[in-house]
Structures are given as C-alpha cells and as structure tokens.
C-alpha cells in the first residue's frame, strides 16, 4: 500500500519479518543528470540511516531501521502508529501544549548531541502514546553551530505559524521544552532565530 509519494521518496506500508514496516524509497529523477542523481539519492539514504542511528543515541526515539538497501536506494524501519505532530497539534487543547514542549525537548537533545535535522517540521514527527518519534532525517547532518540550530527552530516556528492557530503559544512552549535540555545553550539560538526572522522582515 503506497502511504505517500513525496517530491524526493515514496513511502509503502511493507511487512518486515512480520512486523508493521515502512518502505521509504528514492525513485530516480529523469531531470537530474543520471550520475549526479544517483549520487545525492545514496548520499540522502546513507545521512538518514546515520542520523537516525546517533538520534536514538542521543535519546531520540526513532523508527528501529530494519534494512538498507543502497542498492535499490531504499531503507526499511519500522512502522509507527499514531498521529503525525500536525496532525496532534491541529486537535488543540491542553495535550497539544504538552506535545509543543515535547517538541521542544527533542529539538534540545538533537542540538546537544550535535545534530541538525534540516526539516525539523511538525510532519516529521508522529505522536506515539504521548512520545515524539522522530522521523526524515535525510536532509540533516552534523552541526553544532548557533546559526544552524536557529535554522533548524526557525524552520519549526515557520510550520507553527503556516498551520496553527495558536503558533505562538506554541513556539513558548518549544522553547520551554528546548530550554529544559540545553539550558544557557539555548539563549544563543533563540536570539539566532529571532534575528533570522528580523533578516526576513528587512530585505
Ligand atoms: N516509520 C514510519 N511509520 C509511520 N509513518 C511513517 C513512517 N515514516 C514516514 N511515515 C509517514 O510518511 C510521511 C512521509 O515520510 P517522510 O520520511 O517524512 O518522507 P518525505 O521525505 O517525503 O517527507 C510522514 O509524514 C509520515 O506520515
Ligand atoms: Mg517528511
């Protein structure tokens, strides 16, 4: 059953040994020249199975990575019941507070580990018995510079803002949340952010 067919991969409910599993998948690109194409689909492939690895060191619940096939460009994970974090934000109420905080807590322990996730989007994230599992690493990589951090919470405050009534109590919450892990660490990015969205006011 095809789940998605996104701009970069297409997403099949699978089985793997019997267990419930997603089949993420790199279909070629006939614009890209062939060779440049191949290599960027192995490239993304490689970065999202790595990070999801150092993510789940880190603390970060993520799908368990059944296969990888660079081959066939495609990985096999688990598959994870429950609403994305859109979806768990959009029904509001006091759960949706506690899922923003949430949010910000792993946004907290990514950075801390030194990862930048590069789509840190609330449909990147589905909502597991109240827990953030983290999912689409495949742009992310390592940084543990301000700058790029404040991309990465500027990038989830922008989803906040297009999709949510309530953004901004929201992003308090995050922010809460990423505070909560990254203590005085967090001052610099927060400030970064604020300054990413004045440079977009401005030119
Ligand atoms: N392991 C998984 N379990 C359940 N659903 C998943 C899983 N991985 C992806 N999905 C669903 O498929 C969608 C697209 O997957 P994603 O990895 O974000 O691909 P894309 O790069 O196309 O955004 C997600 O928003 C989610 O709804
Ligand atoms: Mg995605």
């Not at 991309?151 to 309530?166: G, I, N, Q, T």
């Not at 005085?184 to 030119?203: L, M, P």
């Amino acid at each position: 059953m095809l789940l998605k067919r996104g701009a970069e991969a297409e997403l099949r409910r699978t089985e793997f040994l019997g267990r419930p599993a997603v089949e993420k998948h790199r279909a070629p690109k006939r614009y890209r020249l062939e060779a440049l194409d191949e290599d960027l689909r192995r490239s993304r492939l490689r970065t999202e199975a790595r990070l999801m690895a150092e993510a789940r060191a880190a603390g970060v619940a993520v799908p368990i990575l059944y296969d990888i096939d660079a081959v066939e460009n495609k990985i096999v994970m688990e598959f994870v019941e429950g609403p994305t974090g859109k979806e768990a934000l959009d029904r509001g109420g006091p759960s949706a507070r506690r899922i923003a905080r949430a949010i910000g807590r792993v946004a907290g322990r990514l950075h801390r580990a030194g990862i930048v996730h590069g789509d840190l989007t609330p449909s990147n994230m589905i909502v597991r018995s109240g827990r953030i599992v983290m999912i689409d690493f495949s742009l992310g990589g390592r940084d543990d510079g301000a700058e790029a951090r404040g991309v990465d919470l500027h990038l989830l405050r922008e989803a906040l803002v297009s999709a949510h009534a309530h953004a901004d109590d929201y992003y308090r919450e995050v922010v809460r949340g990423y505070r909560e892990v990254m203590g005085k660490a967090a001052d610099a990015v927060v400030r970064k952010v604020r300054e990413i969205e004045e440079r977009g006011r401005y030119t």
